[in-house]
Every structure is written in structure tokens, then in C-alpha cells.
């Protein structure tokens, strides 16, 4: 087949699950941009009331024109500097620097004034609608935490929410949508008249509409990345926070829950799918957040707990911990967050992770993003080098792994996945006070190859004994033992905990080359149980 062909079929796996929404929508969003008038812009005059102080965010604006996002701090060259790089620059757009606590006055309006004089309308990376939904947030919580707007700031942020209201990304859907509706509620509580509104109006039909789509039954969000379901929840809770007429907290409670089950005992969450830590606000600060709303906390975290929608199941017995992917990769239509890690997890003992995901560190297509996407990247399997859903891209996916069986008991959990074309996968993972023990299957015909891998911690040192595998950590030293019928290597991965950052891991690499149906069996627990 030729390479036009093939480039043909995979644009058709990928754009046959988007909705016929999204494609035209798409089309008229590139072709049609809106006709804005720039004049009778509504004025500030309603008084927003909060419930209690905003949580402070990350430490992003380290000194006079210097700025720190995705790891990479630099000099302030411009709004729009190519050699930025655009997710560098979004975040530049964003104005999180009005969320540190150590911020002036004087600093916070220099910038605001800036960013007006530097920006002309509707034009360049800060009025594409995802920067413009969240520095509208921005700018509007900094003003009513005491820092008044002065007039060519309000008239800013006005054309801003009226350029914003036009542009809604419904060809996104998703979280986007969410960031838009947010900045639609925000500012239609800041400004007042009849155009406010309609923003205001039409920013909590969108959470109507898309709250009991996106928020599952279990409490997860649908994208199915523990890092944008804490983004969305802090959206929640800032609405919750003003009062909007939404009903809102059972959906945050069941939100908070399903962020504990995801959290693990080191107090960070499990890195599935496009997930670091240092973007969301931590889990703890989340709690306390919601616990001044007066929003119950969660209790500790049962043992054992299934979330049968999202998919996902932790377990945990004596010092041991896992959460495991039996997850769809997310929602057809939009899967732009996804990797190909299904039947993945992540392992604790006590507080150390002592086996990892290899994260996300990148958000454009690199030979690291292509890594960390892809089934190798993940405690996983693939079969003759495939990924079980066909990543692509920075954001795409064509064909995609479907969960076919998933079973949850105390101790135990497993699930299926018949991402490998005709041949189905099936994983059952075992805990108790001893270890963790994982049975796995490739149901087939015929001689395949089958790679497994297991991403260990990067602070780990890997003893080599034979057919066993003892990882050094934390003062720890766990034991792998591997199936009989592998060959196996302990090689070199790429894990990114944060954006912005990668670290070598050892991973061990088993292969199997034979025919179907293959079975293995792993063994994990410490050394002295060897």
C-alpha cells in the first residue's frame, strides 16, 4: 500500500468518530472568524461576593520581564516570540502570574496594561479563545481579590468576553468548552447590561448541558486524565465559590472522591494519560479549597475501590497500592488527551511509587511526546510492535482500544482490550500484604511477538539476578519476578513526572516470540519475601 493510501486510511480512523458538529464547526471557525464590534462595550458594576479567598497558584513571574511555565524560565522578548514555543507562550497568555501571592499591585497592572498596549485585537496567540477563557478568569479574580480594574483594563477584558462569546470552541468540545463557559459565567457576573448577561446565560447553559456528559457517574471526567478532571474541578469550586445558580456541590463531591481514588499515598496523582504534576493545583490543595467552601473532604481512601465509568480501580493491601487502567481511552469524539496505555498501572509501596507511568512531558510531536504516548511507554504490552489505539500526532487517534471484559473484586481486578486486531488482551492484577501478582494473556492464533515492560522509579538502581529483577528505592528493595517463557533486558525509558522535564528510568523489556495464545505471570513484592 502506498504511503498516500495509508495516510488516507488514517485520516479516515481518526475523523470518522468525530461528531458532524465538530467538522463543520471546524471548518467555519477557520474560514469565517467573527465581525466584532469594538464600541458599547458593557461596563464593571456588579459586585461578585466570594465565599472565601481564591487559592493561590504556581510561582510563574520570577523577576522583572522573566517568567518561569513548563520548566523552561526565560527572558520576556514578546507576546508572540516564535522561539518560545506556542504551549510556552499560551501560558504567558493565561496571566497565572495574578495568582502569586507575591505579586504588587503595581507589577499586576504594569502587565495587565502590557498585555492591552502589546496585543491588538483579535490577533496573535493571547485571542485564540483557550488563553482569552483563562486570563479573563484571571484577570477578574485578581480585581475582585481587592485589585480594581481601571478603565482601558475593563474595556479590555469586555472585548475580550464579547470576542470570546463568538468564538466558543464547540468544535473542540471537551474541557475547552468548559474553559469558555467558565470565562462566560465570569464575566458575566463582572460586567452588568443586557450583553453580560447573555454571557452569563449562555456560559451556564453550557455547564448544563455538558456537566452530566462530561462528569461520569463514578465522578471522573470523561477525557479521563486525572490532571484536567483537577483542573475542571477547581472551575467547579470557583463557581461554587460565587454562588452561580448551578446545582453544583453532589457533582463536586463526587468529583473530590474520585480525585482521592487517584491520588496516591505520595499525595500526587497517577500520571495516566496526558498527566504531571505542577499544571493543576495539587490534590491537598484541592481539598482544602473545598473544605472552606464547606464541602466535605474526603476520608481516607478505602482500600479498595472501583470506578466502574471512568474504568479505572485501585487497590491496596498491607504497604501495597495500585491503580490500574481498564479504561476506555476517553471519549470518541474527542481523544485528543489520550495514550495508548490501556491495562497500564501504577505501584506503591508505602509512599514510594515504586513503578511508574512514564508521564507527560511534551504537547507537540516529538520522538518524547511519540514515547510517552505510545504502549511502550506504559507497564503494558503490545503485540508485534503496535500500539493498542493508534496514537498519531500530538493529539490524535485513529483506532482505538476497546474494553471487551472488566471484572472488580476486593483483591482483585481485571479487564480486556481487543486493541491488537483480532487478538484480545486480558490482565488481572492480585494484591495482597505479600505483593501484587499480574496474570496476562494475548488470546490469537499464530507466531507473534509479544514485548511486555515494566517502567520502574527513577531514583531506582536495578540489580540484574536472573530471571528476577530487584529494584533498589527509597531504602526499599522490591523483586520482579519475571514469567519463565521471556528473554528480558533492563533498558533505558523517558519519564516526565512535570511538563518540561525528563528523567531516565530503568524499564525492564520481556519478549516472547512464538505462537498464541501467550501467558505470563509477574510476581512483585520485597526482597525479603524472596
Given at each position: 500500500?502506498?504511503?498516500?493510501?495509508?495516510?488516507?486510511?488514517?485520516?479516515?480512523r481518526?475523523?470518522?468518530y468525530?461528531?458532524?458538529?465538530?467538522?463543520?464547526?471546524?471548518?467555519?471557525?477557520?474560514?469565517?472568524?467573527?465581525?466584532?464590534?469594538?464600541?458599547?462595550?458593557?461596563?464593571?458594576?456588579?459586585?461578585?461576593?466570594?465565599?472565601t479567598?481564591?487559592?493561590?497558584?504556581?510561582?510563574?513571574?520570577?523577576?522583572?520581564?522573566?517568567?518561569?511555565?513548563?520548566?523552561?524560565?526565560?527572558?520576556?522578548?514578546?507576546?508572540?516570540d516564535?522561539?518560545?514555543?506556542?504551549?510556552?507562550?499560551?501560558?504567558?497568555?493565561?496571566?497565572?502570574?495574578?495568582?502569586?501571592?507575591?505579586?504588587?499591585?503595581?507589577?499586576?497592572?504594569?502587565?495587565?496594561?502590557?498585555?492591552?498596549?502589546?496585543?491588538?485585537?483579535?490577533?496573535?496567540?493571547?485571542?485564540?479563545?483557550?488563553?482569552?477563557?483563562?486570563?479573563?478568569?484571571?484577570?477578574?479574580?485578581?480585581?475582585?481579590?481587592?485589585?480594581?480594574?481601571?478603565?482601558?483594563?475593563?474595556?479590555?477584558?469586555?472585548?475580550?468576553?464579547?470576542?470570546?462569546?463568538?468564538?466558543?470552541?464547540?468544535?473542540?468540545?471537551?474541557?475547552?468548552?468548559?474553559?469558555?463557559?467558565k470565562?462566560?459565567?465570569?464575566?458575566?457576573?463582572?460586567?452588568?447590561?443586557?450583553?453580560a448577561?447573555?454571557?452569563l446565560?449562555?456560559?451556564?447553559?453550557?455547564?448544563r448541558?455538558?456537566?452530566?456528559?462530561?462528569?461520569?457517574?463514578?465522578g471522573?471526567?470523561?477525557?479521563?486524565?486525572?490532571?484536567?478532571?483537577?483542573?475542571?474541578?477547581?472551575?467547579?469550586?470557583?463557581?461554587?465559590?460565587?454562588?452561580?445558580?448551578?446545582?453544583?456541590?453532589?457533582?463536586?463531591?463526587?468529583?473530590?472522591?474520585?480525585?482521592?481514588?487517584?491520588t496516591?499515598?505520595?499525595g500526587?496523582?497517577?500520571?495516566?494519560?496526558?498527566?504531571?504534576?505542577?499544571?493543576?493545583?495539587?490534590?491537598?490543595?484541592?481539598?482544602?479549597?473545598?473544605?472552606?467552601?464547606?464541602?466535605?473532604?474526603?476520608?481516607?481512601?478505602?482500600?479498595?475501590?472501583?470506578?466502574?465509568?471512568?474504568?479505572?480501580?485501585?487497590?491496596?493491601?498491607?504497604?501495597?497500592?495500585?491503580?490500574?487502567?481498564?479504561a476506555?481511552?476517553?471519549?470518541?469524539?474527542?481523544?485528543g488527551?489520550?495514550?495508548?496505555d490501556?491495562?497500564?498501572?501504577?505501584?506503591w509501596?508505602?509512599?514510594?511509587?515504586?513503578?511508574?507511568?512514564?508521564?507527560?512531558?511534551?504537547?507537540i510531536?516529538?520522538?518524547?511526546?511519540?514515547?510517552?504516548?505510545?504502549?511502550?511507554?506504559?507497564?503494558?504490552?503490545?503485540?508485534?510492535?503496535?500500539?493498542?489505539?493508534?496514537?498519531?500526532?500530538?493529539?490524535?487517534?485513529?483506532?482505538?482500544?476497546?474494553?471487551?471484559?472488566?471484572?472488580?473484586?476486593?483483591?482483585?481486578?481485571?479487564?480486556?482490550?481487543?486493541?491488537?486486531?483480532?487478538?484480545?488482551?486480558?490482565?488481572?492484577?492480585?494484591?495482597?500484604?505479600?505483593?501484587?501478582?499480574?496474570?496476562?494473556?494475548?488470546?490469537?492464533?499464530?507466531?507473534?511477538?509479544?514485548?511486555?515492560?515494566?517502567h520502574?522509579?527513577?531514583?531506582?538502581?536495578v540489580?540484574?539476578?536472573?530471571?528476577?529483577?530487584?529494584?533498589?528505592?527509597?531504602?526499599?528493595?522490591?523483586?520482579?519476578?519475571?514469567?519463565?517463557?521471556?528473554?528480558?533486558?533492563?533498558?533505558?525509558?523517558?519519564?516526565?513526572?512535570?511538563?518540561?522535564?525528563?528523567?531516565n528510568?530503568?524499564?525492564?523489556?520481556?519478549?516472547?516470540?512464538?505462537?498464541?495464545?501467550?501467558?505470563?505471570?509477574?510476581?512483585?513484592?520485597?526482597?525479603?519475601?524472596?
Amino acid at each position: 500500500m502506498s504511503s498516500s493510501l495509508r495516510r488516507i486510511g488514517l485520516y479516515w480512523r481518526t475523523i470518522r468518530y468525530l461528531k458532524p458538529e465538530q467538522l463543520w464547526r471546524r471548518i467555519a471557525f477557520k474560514l469565517f472568524p467573527p465581525s466584532v464590534d469594538r464600541n458599547a462595550l458593557p461596563e464593571c458594576g456588579k459586585a461578585m461576593e466570594l465565599r472565601t479567598r481564591f487559592p493561590e497558584g504556581y510561582r510563574v513571574f520570577s523577576g522583572p520581564d522573566r517568567f518561569r511555565f513548563l520548566n523552561d524560565e526565560r527572558d520576556f522578548f514578546g507576546w508572540n516570540d516564535p522561539a518560545c514555543g506556542k504551549l510556552w507562550l499560551y501560558n504567558l497568555h493565561y496571566f497565572d502570574l495574578l495568582r502569586q501571592a507575591d505579586l504588587t499591585e503595581g507589577e499586576g497592572r504594569q502587565w495587565i496594561a502590557r498585555w492591552i498596549a502589546e496585543n491588538p485585537p483579535f490577533s496573535g496567540n493571547g485571542w485564540e479563545p483557550y488563553p482569552i477563557s483563562l486570563r479573563i478568569v484571571n484577570w477578574i479574580k485578581w480585581a475582585v481579590s481587592g485589585h480594581p480594574l481601571d478603565g482601558a483594563a475593563s474595556a479590555s477584558l469586555a472585548l475580550q468576553a464579547r470576542f470570546l462569546s463568538r468564538r466558543i470552541e464547540r468544535h473542540l468540545l471537551a474541557n475547552h468548552l468548559l474553559a469558555n463557559a467558565k470565562a462566560l459565567v465570569f464575566a458575566g457576573l463582572f460586567f452588568s447590561g443586557s450583553e453580560a448577561d447573555e454571557w452569563l446565560s449562555a456560559g451556564l447553559d453550557i455547564y448544563r448541558e455538558q456537566l452530566p456528559e462530561q462528569i461520569l457517574a463514578d465522578g471522573g471526567h470523561f477525557e479521563r486524565s486525572p490532571m484536567y478532571h483537577s483542573i475542571i474541578l477547581e472551575d467547579l469550586l470557583d463557581l461554587f465559590n460565587l454562588g452561580v445558580p448551578l446545582p453544583l456541590q453532589k457533582t463536586v463531591e463526587k468529583m473530590l472522591i474520585w480525585l482521592s481514588v487517584m491520588t496516591g499515598p505520595d499525595g500526587k496523582i497517577a500520571h495516566f494519560n496526558d498527566a504531571a504534576d505542577g499544571i493543576a493545583l495539587a490534590p491537598q490543595t484541592l481539598f482544602a479549597y473545598a473544605g472552606r467552601l464547606g464541602i466535605g473532604i474526603p476520608q481516607e481512601c478505602p482500600k479498595c475501590l472501583d470506578l466502574p465509568q471512568t474504568g479505572y480501580a485501585r487497590m491496596s493491601a498491607g504497604e501495597w497500592t495500585a491503580i490500574c487502567d481498564g479504561a476506555p481511552i476517553g471519549p470518541d469524539y474527542q481523544p485528543g488527551h489520550a495514550h495508548a496505555d490501556t491495562l497500564t498501572f501504577e505501584l506503591w509501596h508505602g509512599k514510594t511509587r515504586m513503578m511508574v507511568d512514564s508521564g507527560t512531558g511534551e504537547y507537540i510531536d516529538t520522538p518524547l511526546r511519540r514515547e510517552q504516548r505510545g504502549t511502550a511507554g506504559h507497564n503494558t504490552l503490545t503485540v508485534d510492535g503496535a500500539n493498542s489505539s493508534e496514537v498519531w500526532g500530538a493529539h490524535r487517534v485513529a483506532s482505538r482500544a476497546r474494553i471487551v471484559e472488566r471484572r472488580f473484586a476486593d483483591n482483585s481486578f481485571s479487564a480486556a482490550h481487543d486493541g491488537f486486531r483480532g487478538m484480545t488482551h486480558r490482565r488481572e492484577w492480585r494484591i495482597s500484604a505479600a505483593g501484587v501478582n499480574i496474570r496476562d494473556r494475548v488470546g490469537g492464533n499464530g507466531v507473534h511477538t509479544v514485548d511486555m515492560y515494566w517502567h520502574l522509579s527513577p531514583s531506582a538502581e536495578v540489580e540484574n539476578l536472573g530471571g528476577r529483577v530487584v529494584l533498589h528505592s527509597d531504602g526499599k528493595s522490591l523483586v520482579l519476578m519475571l514469567p519463565a517463557a521471556v528473554e528480558y533486558t533492563v533498558e533505558t525509558g523517558h519519564c516526565s513526572s512535570e511538563f518540561g522535564k525528563s528523567s531516565n528510568h530503568p524499564v525492564v523489556h520481556c519478549r516472547y516470540r512464538g505462537n498464541l495464545p501467550f501467558e505470563a505471570e509477574t510476581t512483585i513484592n520485597m526482597r525479603q519475601d524472596i
